[in-house]
C-alpha cells in the first residue's frame, strides 16, 4: 500500500525530532528539564520549518517554475534558509557571543552556498536526462519511429528511458505491419479482381456463344457448358474464401464441435486427393497413432484445414516427391503433421505465411495459388478450435506443417 506523501513527511519530521533528542540526551547528559526545553524548542523549529515548506507547496510554486532545475535549486534554498533559521535561532537561545554569532552565520552562509552550486550541479544533471526524453519524445510524435534514448543507472529515470524504447519498438512493429497489411489488402483488390474476371470473362464468351447459336456441334456444346462449369467451381470457392475469412476476421465462426473420428478425416483426404496424387506421380500417404480417436471438433472445418494443407503441399512438390500425414496424441493433445518434400518455403516468407492475402510468389497465375486466403482461413479454424498451428520450413528442403487439438 502506497502511504501518502503528508503522511510521509510527517512521519520523516517525527524521525527527525527523535534522532536529535536522542543524540542530546545521549551526547550531553542534560537535566530534564533542559531536555524537555531542547525538546519544546525542536518541535518549536520543526513545526516553522514544515508551514514555511508546506506553504510553499500548497501555493504551488514548483508549478510556476520555468524548469526542473529552478524547481529543485528552489528546495535547496529553502532548505538552507529553514537550516539557517534554525542553527542561528538556537545560537542566540544560547547566548553565544558575538564573535561567535558572526562566525556561524559566515559558516552558515557558506555551507548554504555549497548546497546551492551543488544542488545546481546534480539539478542540471537529472534536468539533462528528462530532457534527453523529452527531446526523443518529441521526435517520436513528429514520426521518427526509430528515436531511442540511451539507459544508463538503475533509478525512475532509467525506467522511463527503457519503457520509452520499448513504447517505440512496439510503435515501429505495429507501424511496419499496418504498412504490410495495408499494401496486403491493395494487393487483395487486383487479386480478387483477377480471379473474378478471368473466369467470368470465360464464361461471358462461352453463353453468348450459345446463345448466339454458334456452336452447332453438341460436343463442342457440352466441352464449353463444362468449362463455364469449372469456372462457377472456382467463383464459388473464392467467394466461400473471403465470406470465412470474414467471419474469422469479425469472430463470429461459428463451429459444430462433437467426438469425431479425425483417422476417418484424414483418410477421406487422402482418398480425395489420391487421383490427383497419382497424376502428379507423388506419393501420399498417412499415419494415424493409437488413442488419437475420437477428437472434439468441427469435423467440416478440420476438413477443411487438412485440404488447404494437402492441397498446398501437392502443389509445391515435384514428380517423385512424398506428402504425408500423421496424427498422434501427445499430453492431452492431438498433434497433426503435414509434410511434403517440395520446394520448401522461402525464409522470408515463414513469419508471413498464415497472413490474410500473404502469398511468396510474385506472379498471379491461377495454377499458383488464389488470393492467399487458405492458410489464414487455416490458422483461424485452428485457433477457433484452441488449438496452435505453426510451420517448419527450408527452401529446397520441404515443408511441415503441424497443428494441435486440444
Not at 24 to 45: D, I
Not at 125 to 137: K, M, P, T, Y
Not at 196 to 221: F, H, K, N
Request: proline share 2%; net charge negative.
Amino acid at each position: 500500500m502506497k502511504i501518502p506523501i503528508m503522511m510521509r513527511y510527517t512521519l520523516g519530521v517525527v524521525v527527525v525530532l527523535a534522532i536529535s533528542l536522542g543524540m542530546f540526551y545521549w551526547l550531553m547528559s542534560p537535566p530534564m528539564a533542559e531536555l524537555g526545553l531542547m525538546c519544546v524548542f525542536l518541535l518549536v523549529t520543526a513545526v516553522i520549518s514544515s508551514l514555511a515548506g508546506f506553504m510553499a507547496y500548497r501555493l504551488g510554486w514548483m508549478n510556476y517554475s520555468p524548469s526542473l532545475r529552478w524547481n529543485l535549486l528552489a528546495g535547496y534554498g529553502i532548505a538552507s534558509i529553514l537550516t539557517f533559521f534554525n542553527v542561528w535561532l538556537t545560537a542566540r537561545l544560547m547566548f553565544a557571543s558575538q564573535h561567535d554569532l558572526l562566525l556561524a552565520v559566515v559558516l552558515l552562509v557558506f555551507a548554504a552556498g555549497m548546497a546551492m552550486v551543488l544542488g545546481y550541479f546534480y539539478s542540471s544533471a537529472l534536468a539533462a536526462r528528462i530532457g534527453q526524453v523529452d527531446g526523443a519524445a518529441r521526435q517520436l510524435a513528429q514520426g521518427n519511429l526509430s528515436v531511442r534514448i540511451s539507459t544508463s543507472g538503475a533509478d525512475e529515470i532509467a525506467t522511463l528511458a527503457e519503457s520509452f524504447n520499448q513504447m517505440a519498438v512496439q510503435l515501429q512493429i505495429s507501424t511496419e505491419k499496418q504498412r504490410e497489411v495495408e499494401k496486403l489488402r491493395s494487393d487483395l483488390v487486383a487479386w480478387v479482381g483477377h480471379d473474378l474476371q478471368t473466369p467470368l470473362a470465360s464464361m461471358r464468351a462461352i453463353l453468348e456463344a450459345l446463345a448466339d447459336g454458334m456452336v452447332d456441334d453438341p460436343q463442342l456444346a457440352q466441352r464449353y457448358l463444362k468449362a463455364a462449369q469449372r469456372d462457377i467451381r472456382s467463383l464459388s470457392l473464392l467467394i466461400d474464401d473471403l465470406f470465412q475469412m470474414a467471419q474469422i476476421d469479425a469472430g463470429g465462426l461459428k463451429l459444430d464441435i462433437t467426438p469425431n473420428s479425425l483417422g476417418d478425416l484424414i483418410s477421406d483426404t487422402l482418398e480425395s486427393f489420391s487421383e490427383l496424387a497419382v497424376r502428379q506421380e507423388i506419393h501420399l500417404a498417412g499415419a494415424v497413432g493409437d488413442g488419437v480417436d475420437p477428437v472434439s471438433m468441427d469435423a467440416a472445418r478440420i476438413g477443411r484445414v487438412l485440404n488447404n494443407l494437402v492441397g498446398n503441399a501437392l502443389r509445391h512438390t515435384m514428380a517423385g516427391g512424398k506428402v504425408e500425414i500423421s496424427a498422434l496424441r501427445l499430453a492431452g493433445k492431438v498433434q497433426v503433421m503435414v509434410t511434403d518434400t517440395g520446394d520448401g518455403i522461402r525464409a522470408e516468407d515463414l513469419e508471413y505465411v498464415f497472413e490474410q492475402f500473404y502469398r511468396g510468389e510474385k506472379s498471379r497465375s491461377r495454377a499458383t495459388g488464389g488470393a492467399g486466403l487458405g492458410l489464414a482461413i487455416t490458422r483461424g479454424i485452428i485457433q477457433a478450435h484452441g488449438g496452435e498451428i505453426r510451420v517448419e520450413s527450408k527452401e529446397g528442403d520441404g515443408t511441415r506443417f503441424i497443428f494441435s487439438l486440444p
